[in-house]
Structure formats: structure tokens, C-alpha cells
């Protein structure tokens, strides 16, 4: 396979001013006649002879230049492209016929068939599987669509932009036509046609412009669209407010599907949603799910600015709508809900999932340099990070800063394909400032690591912190260079309260330092007395942070500093360290002690009931065991990592019983179930203390959780019950499984949970479970979600079992791995992405993932898209 890489970047030789396609759907043979008007690029002073367009599996029927049919001396076909030989040198019309098979489509790549409904995928490049194009961003086209179906199979038609026409056909069928005012990429295009119920509401934009807004999902499913059509609205409003944008059209249409590949899809007018984040209803969707539904249904909307009205150039730009987009999506929540607690969600999910990739051999800059597949791309890096450099820049110019950059980007760019560079140009153009050395950021990969130290001088009154950065080593990364880290922070005086800080005479603006070189020196006058250092606050930029507290200093933090993520932060850190200690006193054997002091602390918040119920249950969740081994690095044993978490737990459970039980009992939220976030909070909490109390084998928590396995009435204490009980095992979690089973099983996304849940157990018999869930009537492995469901959680989620030291998990997942390959290489390559933390196992382990990983390196038909992974992983 072929490495592409962005230094090679060249305009197409050719635009498509206009696409009219018509889309006469059958689930064997479609055919797609296009009508293109190319142009050939006026940018450029050479005028090409040959037009190359993009194709994949497609079988060519005719190609016509002007009306006359081209003859076959001047075609070229590969797999992979259609060349046509002697263009003329103006603009012209070209026609082709073509046929695809979406009921052979199992990759869930262009447009395929899903349960009954046909529905589109083409992002990143799906849609040269649909008809020959030139499928790259930076061609923008504007289109309009027929399609024509049988009318009692395929009652509604849909795809971007406005309705324009519809009418019946003879022999039952139909047709439709839609055009989209607004020209876009082929990757933003959609196509949806089935029997599909629907569910419709409007809005009002702040300008005065009526917007239709529909949810399509399978008939039946109605009533579970309420929440999804309240976030869509919400998300709506809030754009406006906050970013002054409004949606550009008169309707806004969702789908929701059962098979695809990842969440959701952002095609103009059109989403695509994987039903999971669309359905929900109170007995059947958790908190959680609540939560994850609005957060995407806004990210995907977010898209209609940031992605779709300004693009990305080419595929190496992706940061600049999802980094961008996930930044926006997380500020929407944070409005939403509790900014701390979605602050602390994202830095968690953050540390552990992309600092992962970050110091591994999958690591890449947020703006990569080169790849093979670009599904693969679609990172944690890419989202996560990228966002939050976002965020970082948004920290840097101060909230009206960035939104003034923000306008100024979208005066400028409305309507075109751009760079990075022009993102961090129009931010720092908006405000007089030269932002230029962030772009370091998104071109270096690793994780820096922030050094701190502090000391205090009694005669000046004054306290010096030194920071100074390094990045770690990693396989093949030149030598990287100091980027700009701007670091909030506070000093804490002897009762707690904050000192102000002043530098060279002057405050400094909201406790942010930029630390802009190795290293610097930053003196703060006038402190009475030494400080206690409240450092990285609101995780003001994506390090990892050494800052050599003392314990009893962190304890401080935890219980007293006046910034609510620092408590939490602090905790982490010092729970991250303890459970480290344990696990290695375990491993050589040692008797390990559980220090007193920091269980106390973290008592004294779960039970204060001044602090947000959400926010004393994200207090309470330990640093997971895959933290752990990251944080380890090397020579890591799971099975130590598992005791000495589980030792931990129940020592908390144990020592805090009484405080658990009382908070459990005056948390009880107000009935009905109510999904917003404040009754949320109070169930995250119960939940916490229940699971904590189970572990600490209180009886009154493991009495409370049997009987909520039976009367919950709502989805999350019903799972919640469930899941404590898999703590616990034995009669009553086999039991409360049955029940659970038997209930849902009639409900895909509901009997999914079960599925992961068995699949993430971390007790010995999980290997054999597994085998017996992928033979389960329900699972299915052309199902993504299934296989996120059993393969995913085992893989990704449960860190002794995958690992566990007979190899039989890594077995397991290579040979998934292999036979999902044969029909969907993304969903292959997402799953075997789980080994990549491999060599940082003992050397036992180590051997065995290497020989799994070698046997799939060694066969023949490996997509480029799993070679990718593999081959790096394998280094
Ligand atoms: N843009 C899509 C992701 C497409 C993934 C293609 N492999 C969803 C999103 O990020 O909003
Ligand atoms: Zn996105």
C-alpha cells in the first residue's frame, strides 16, 4: 500500500461546478447516471489533456463528453480510478452510467443496505463507490439528486438540500428529486431511501427563518425520538448565541440507522446517525446515553459551520473541523450541564484514551504528515487533542478573542476548502496576535511533559516557579521543538484562601503564564508566606504534569483548593501514584498499605453536600487500570494493576461505609425519571457509592443493589444494579443477567449493554463467555455495534482478560480481527488498535501479543486500512 503525504499537495486539475445525479435504486444493481460540469481549474496555468476520476467497485456502463459517447481507446480503468484520455481544454459536460451493489456492501462504505433502508457513508472517501468523481474536499460542487425507487419498498427518498419534486412512476414506483443550494465536497453527500417513520417539530432561527426539522428512524421507534429532537433544538440556540451562526437552510433531517461503522454522520441537511445516538427512551437509554445523544446530535449540527459551509482542503486538515467540532460540542455541554464535571469528563477521557495513542506507536500529530488510509486518521489525536488546542488557543486570546477569530474565519472562508493555517491566521489576525508558534502543536505528536518546581524565598517575599518542557522519546519522531504552554495556575496562602498574583509589579490576568521555551522563570511578588501551588488549572493545556508535590501538599488541594478541577485533579494524581505503589508492593509480594489520609479526603467530598452530586461521583471513580499501565509504562502486570485497584476500592468502601450509605440514601432523585443533568448527577452518585460499598462488601449495599436489579423502572439503576452485580458474581448476577436477558432481548441497543457488560468482566471465566456471546443468536458480526459490544469492550475495556497471560485473549481479537477484515476493514482496523499498548507488558505478554500480531502481519489479503495499524504497531 501506498503512503500519501500532505507536502505533496496539489490543486485539482479540474472542478465540478454542477452534479446532477440520478439514482435509480435496487438492492443488487443500482444505477447512477452523473451529469458533471467540469471546469478545468482556472488557479492553474497549465491545462490538463486527461481528467482522472476516483471509482471503486463500480461496473462502467457509458461515459459520454458533450452528449457523444467516448470511445473505449480513450478510457482507462483500474480498481481504483477512471482515467479519460483528450479532455477538451474548456468546460464540458460528462455523463456516466454506472452500476453499484448495496447489498453486497458490507464495509458500510458508500451506499449500502441496512436493515431494509439504503443509506450513504462517503467520508472520507465512500462516495467513488457510489459513481466516478473527483472525491476530494477541495472539489465543491453544487448538486442535485434523483432517485427513483419502488414505492412500497422505498416510500421515502431522501438526500441534501430541499425537496424540488417528487412523482409516481408506472409499476409502482417513484421518484424524488432534491437539490442543495450550497455547494459542497462528495463526502458531505447523502442518500437515504426505506420505509422509515417519522417524527417532525421546527424552529425559529434568531433572524426569523422557519426551519422544519425531522427524525427518520424505523417505524415503531417514534417514541424514542423526544430527547434527540430537544438537543437538536437546544444546539440550534445555542449556536446562535454563543457563535452567532444559524442554520442555512428550511430543514434540518436525521437518520437514524442500525449498521454504521462509527457514530454519526454530518451530510449537509442530511445526518446519518447510528441509531444508538438518536433512540432512547427512559427504560431503555442510561444517563449516559442521554448525555452522549445530545453531545453528538450538537456536534454533528455543529458540522453545518465548522466542517460543511468551511472545509477542510485535504484529509491531512482534518483537525480543522473535528478538533474544532469537538471543541464546540464539549462548550455546548459544559452550558448544558455542569461545566466542572464535563471538564473533568473530557480530561479523563482525554488522559487516558489519547495520551495513550500519544505515547505509542500509533501516535501522530494532530495534523499527521503522511498516511496510507485515512479512516484511519480519525483519532483521538485528531478529535481530542485538536480540540482541545482549541480550547488552549481559546484560553490564550480569552473567550470574546476567540469568538472574534472565530467570526473573522468564517468572513473570510464561507464557502471554501482551507488550511489550518488559515485557521490560526484568522484567530490571531481577529486579535492582533501572532499565534504562529501553536501551529507546533499540530504538527509535533507526542505528549509534552510539564516540569514544575517552586521555591520560596522568606526574606523576598517572593515565590519562583520554575517550568521548564521536554517530549518524550518516541520511534520515529525528529527531534521536536518547545511549544508554547500557556499554564493557569494559583498560589493557595495557609487558610487556603488564593494570593494574588502579581509579577514584575502587575497582576497577572486570570493566574495564566505562558511558558513559551524550555524553560522560564516566573517570580510572583508579595507572598507572605509559602504557597501551596494549585498548578494546570482547568487542564489549561494537553500535558502531562510533574510538578513533584509533597503528599500532604496534594491533600490540601484536594480538600481545599478554591478551583473545583484542581480537588479533582489533585485526587487523580495522588490516586494514580497510590494505586502504582500497590500494585508494585503486590508484585514483589509486599504487604501494601492503603493511605488513610487520601481515603478521608475523598470521604469528605463525596459526603459535602454544598458540591454538585455529579461532581463528587466523578470524585469518587478511581484512575482505571489501563491509567495504570500508562502511567507504569513498562514491564507492566495486569493482574497486580487489577488487586491493587480492587484492594483500594474496597478499603474506600470499607473505611467510608457510613458516609456512602448516608449519601446514597438523601441522593435519591426526584420521580419520574428525568434525564437532565442535576437528577443525573444524583443517580451517578448512588451509583458510586453503591459500587464502592458492594466492593467494600457492606451488606447494606449489596441488599440496596439486589433489590434496584429488580424494580429499577429506568434503564440506568437498572444497569447500574446489573453491572455491581458482575462485581459481585456469584447466584445473583447470573440471575439478574437471565432476567435482564429475557426482558430485553427483543431491543438491539438494550441487549448491546448486556453484551459488554459480560465482555468486560475482568473475572477468569470472561474468555469463555465471550465465546459463548459471539455464538448468541443476537450477535452478529456484521454488526458494528455488536462487535463494539462484545469485541470492543473485551478488547478495549477489559485489561486482564485481553491481556490475560495465557494469550488466549489476544487470540481471541486477532482472529476477530482477521475475519471481520474479509468485509469491513474500518471496523477491523478500530478493533485491532487495541493492542497498541503491547510492548509495554511483561515480557511473557509481550511475546504472546507478538505472535498474534504477527499472524495477522502474515496474511496475504490484509486491507490497507489494518496493515496500516499493524505494521506500526508492530514497529
Ligand atoms: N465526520 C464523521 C466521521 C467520519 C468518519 C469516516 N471514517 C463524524 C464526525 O466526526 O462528526
Ligand atoms: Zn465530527
Not at 544 to 570: P, Y
Request: contains cysteine; glycine residues 6%.
Amino acid at each position: 500500500p501506498k503512503q500519501i503525504y500532505l507536502k505533496d499537495y496539489a490543486p485539482p486539475a479540474f472542478l465540478i461546478s454542477e452534479t446532477y445525479l440520478d439514482v435509480v435504486l435496487d438492492p443488487a444493481e443500482t444505477r447512477v447516471k452523473s451529469r458533471l460540469s467540469v471546469v478545468p481549474n482556472p488557479a492553474l496555468k497549465r491545462r490538463a489533456t486527461e481528467i482522472k476520476l476516483d471509482g471503486e467497485l463500480l461496473r462502467l456502463l457509458r461515459v459520454c463528453i458533450d452528449g457523444a459517447p467516448v470511445d473505449e481507446q480513450r478510457l482507462v480503468a483500474t480498481d481504483k480510478d477512471l482515467t479519460i484520455r483528450d479532455v477538451p481544454a474548456k468546460p464540458f459536460t460528462l455523463e456516466i452510467e454506472t452500476i453499484c451493489d448495496p447489498a453486497a456492501n458490507k464495509a458500510l462504505s458508500g451506499l449500502y443496505l441496512s436493515r431494509g433502508v439504503y443509506c450513504t457513508q462517503c467520508e472520507a472517501e465512500g462516495f467513488r463507490r457510489i459513481t466516478y468523481y473527483l472525491d476530494r474536499p477541495d472539489v465543491l460542487s453544487k448538486f442535485r439528486v434523483r432517485i427513483e425507487g419502488v414505492k412500497p419498498d422505498t416510500p421515502v427518498l431522501l438526500s441534501n438540500g430541499n425537496l424540488v419534486q417528487t412523482g409516481d412512476l408506472p409499476g409502482k414506483r417513484h421518484f424524488a428529486v432534491w437539490e442543495d443550494p450550497f455547494p459542497k465536497p462528495s463526502y458531505l453527500f447523502a442518500l437515504v431511501a426505506g420505509k422509515l417513520a417519522m417524527v417532525e417539530d421546527s424552529i425559529m432561527t434568531r433572524s426569523g427563518r422557519a426551519v422544519t426539522l425531522r427524525i427518520y428512524v424505523e417505524p415503531g421507534k417514534e417514541d424514542r425520538c423526544d430527547w434527540a429532537m430537544k438537543s437538536l433544538k437546544r444546539a440550534m440556540r445555542w449556536d446562535e448565541d454563543r457563535f452567532g451562526l444559524e442554520y442555512d437552510l428550511d430543514m434540518f433531517m436525521i437518520v437514524a440507522v442500525s449498521d454504521f461503522n462509527m457514530g454519526a454522520m454530518e451530510n449537509k441537511g442530511l445526518n446519518v446517525f447510528n441509531d444508538a445516538l438518536i433512540l432512547a427512551r427512559p427504560d431503555t437509554a442510561t444517563d449516559s446515553d442521554y448525555e452522549r445523544i445530545e453531545g453528538v446530535i450538537a456536534h454533528e449540527y455543529f458540522h453545518n459551520w465548522t466542517g460543511n459551509r468551511v472545509t477542510c482542503r485535504d484529509w491531512f486538515q482534518l483537525c480543522l473541523k473535528e478538533g474544532l467540532t469537538v471543541f464546540r460540542d464539549q462548550e455546548f455541554t459544559a452550558d448544558q450541564r455542569s461545566a466542572v464535571v464535563k471538564r473533568i469528563e473530557d480530561v479523563r477521557w482525554l488522559r487516558s484514551m489519547q495520551f495513550t495513542e500519544d505515547a505509542g506507536p500509533l501516535a501522530h500529530p494532530v495534523r499527521p504528515s503522511s498516511f496510507i488510509e485515512i479512516n484511519n486518521f480519525y483519532t483521538r489525536t485528531v478529535y481530542n487533542k485538536g480540540a482541545e488546542l482549541c480550547r488552549m488557543l481559546q484560553t490564550v486570546l480569552g473567550r470574546d478573542g476567540f469568538r472574534k477569530g472565530l467570526d473573522l474565519y468564517f468572513d473570510r472562508h464561507d464557502g471554501q476548502a482551507v488550511t489550518v493555517e488559515d485557521f490560526v491566521s484568522a484567530l490571531g489576525d481577529a486579535n492582533g496576535a501572532d499565534l504562529s508558534a501553536y501551529l507546533l502543536w499540530y504538527n509535533q505528536a507526542g505528549t509534552p511533559t510539564l516540569d514544575a518546581r517552586l521555591s520560596y524565598s522568606e526574606g523576598a517575599k517572593e515565590a519562583r516557579l520554575t517550568l521548564s518542557q521536554t517530549f518524550p522519546d518516541l520511534p520515529g519522531q525528529p527531534k521536536r521543538k518547545a511549544v508554547p504552554i500557556p499554564v493557569k495556575l494559583g498560589l493557595l496562602g495557609p487558610n487556603g484562601g488564593e494570593i494574588p498574583l502579581e509579577v514584575e509589579g502587575k497582576p497577572v490576568d486570570g493566574g495564566l503564564v505562558v511558558l513559551s521555551k524550555k524553560k522560564e522563570v516566573f517570580t510572583f511578588e508579595k507572598v507572605g508566606s509559602r504557597p501551596v501551588l494549585s498548578l494546570l488549572r482547568d487542564f489549561s493545556a494537553p500535558v502531562n504534569l510533574n510538578a513533584g508535590a509533597r503528599d500532604k501538599d496534594m491533600l490540601t488541594l484536594i480538600r481545599a483548593d478554591t478551583d473545583l478541577f484542581n480537588r479533582w485533579q489533585n485526587a487523580q494524581a495522588f490516586a494514580l501514584k497510590h494505586i502504582v505503589a500497590l500494585a508494585s508492593a503486590n508484585a514483589k509480594g509486599e504487604n501494601a498499605r492503603v493511605e488513610p489520609r487520601f481515603v478521608a479526603a475523598v470521604g469528605e467530598v463525596a459526603d459535602d453536600d454544598t458540591l454538585e452530586h455529579a461532581y463528587r461521583a466523578a470524585f469518587l471513580a478511581l484512575p482505571s487500570e489501563s491509567d495504570v499501565a500508562l502511567a507504569i509504562g513498562e514491564n507492566v502486570d495486569p493482574e497486580a494493576i487489577h488487586q491493587a485497584r480492587t484492594l483500594l476500592r474496597a478499603a474506600m468502601g470499607k473505611s467510608l461505609r457510613a458516609i456512602l450509605e448516608s449519601v446514597y440514601e438523601r441522593s435519591a432523585p426526584a420521580e419520574p425519571y428525568n434525564p437532565d443533568a442535576e437528577s443525573a448527577g444524583r443517580r451517578a452518585l448512588r451509583q458510586s457509592a453503591l459500587s464502592l460499598l458492594a466492593a467494600g462488601k457492606s451488606r447494606f449495599g449489596i441488599a440496596r443493589v439486589k433489590e434496584q436489579a429488580k424494580t429499577a423502572t429506568n434503564m440506568t439503576e437498572s444497569f447500574g444494579a446489573l453491572s455491581i452485580l458482575s462485581q459481585v458474581g456469584g447466584e445473583a448476577y447470573d440471575q439478574a443477567l437471565q432476567r435482564f436477558h429475557r426482558r430485553w432481548k427483543d431491543e438491539p441497543l438494550v441487549i448491546n449493554k448486556w453484551f459488554a457488560l459480560q465482555a468486560s468482566s475482568p473475572s477468569p471465566d470472561t474468555l469463555a463467555r465471550v465465546a459463548d456471546l459471539v455464538a448468541n443468536p443476537l450477535f452478529s458480526i456484521q454488526n458494528p455495534n455488536r462487535v463494539r459490544s462484545v469485541y470492543g469492550a473485551f478488547a478495549h475495556g477489559n485489561q486482564v482478560r485481553f491481556n490475560d497471560a495465557s494469550g488466549a485473549g489476544y487470540d481471541l481479537i486477532a482472529n476477530a480481527v482477521i475475519e471481520i477484515d474479509g468485509f469491513n476493514p474500518q471496523m477491523a482496523s478500530r478493533l485491532v488498535g487495541a493492542f497498541e499498548s503491547w510492548r509495554i507488558f511483561e515480557p511473557k505478554r509481550r511475546a504472546l501479543a507478538g505472535k498474534a500480531l504477527g499472524r495477522i502481519l502474515d496474511r496475504k489479503e490484509l486491507s490497507p486500512d489494518v496493515f496500516e495499524i499493524v505494521s506500526k504497531i508492530v514497529g
